[in-house]
């Protein structure tokens, strides 16, 4: 089973920007994705990116965030500029068709003060 390890949260500043970055403990095929969950909330897929490198985004990011991966790597990452403070969730990476999820990772939390 493929291990999900994110990392690059932080407290940030409204405006400010911040790189995640998800490292898998296994080759990955198929698309990946990012999602995000806040305090109360439902999961909500965010950006996903095939192996190809093509991209899509939830409305809410769009123009703000962008998703990349390195097939070499072994690594998926979210680059996040103009946050605002409804960008605050805990983010997590995994498969973007959620009938081949991996075991979730911990994720890494984002929090963006106003």
């Known amino acids: 089973q493929v291990q999900l390890v994110e990392s690059g949260g932080g407290l940030v500043q409204a405006g400010g920007s911040l790189r995640l970055s998800c490292v898998t403990s296994?080759?990955?095929?198929?698309?990946m994705a990012w999602y995000r969950q806040a305090p109360g909330k439902q999961r909500e897929l965010v950006a996903s990116?095939?192996?190809?490198?093509?991209?899509n985004y939830a409305d809410s990011v769009k123009g703000r965030f962008t998703v990349s991966r390195d097939n070499a790597k072994n690594t998926v990452c979210l680059q996040m500029n103009s946050l605002k403070p409804e960008d605050t969730a805990v983010y997590y990476c995994?498969?973007?068709?959620?009938?081949?999820?991996?075991?979730w990772g911990q994720g890494t939390q984002v929090t963006v003060s106003s």
């Open positions: 995994n498969k973007a068709l959620m009938s081949l999820a991996f075991t």
């Open positions: 296994g080759s990955i095929s198929g698309a």
């Open positions: 990116i095939t192996r190809s490198g093509s991209t």
